[in-house]
């Protein structure tokens, strides 16, 4: 049970540091040529959903990575 819940907490922590760096990457975009009211609310929805349409991607790609990684031992025994 410590594995699991050890792996729980690794992916926790790796889907809030995609999350963050999808962010701040995020930044260097020019979103106001985008929106008519770049400042609104519905413009800042818009821009947390794309971040976290990016960043759910990357860290499940991410983690499954460690995962098949962790599972290449199992190979030779």
């Known amino acids: 049970m410590t ?9 926790i922590f790796v889907n809030l540091l995609v999350l ?15 929106f008519r009211h770049p400042k609104s609310l519905q413009a800042r929805i818009c ?3 794309l971040a976290l349409a990016i960043s759910h991607p990357v860290a499940q790609f991410l983690i499954d990575y ?7 031992p199992h190979i030779y025994g």
Do not use: E
């Open 47 to 49: 821009y947390i959903l």
């Open 20 to 34: 963050v760096l999808t962010w701040w990457a995020l930044q260097s975009l020019k979103f106001d040529l985008l």
């Open 66 to 72: 460690m995962n098949w990684s962790l599972m290449l």
């Open 3 to 11: 594995t699991i819940g050890v792996q729980a907490l690794l992916n």
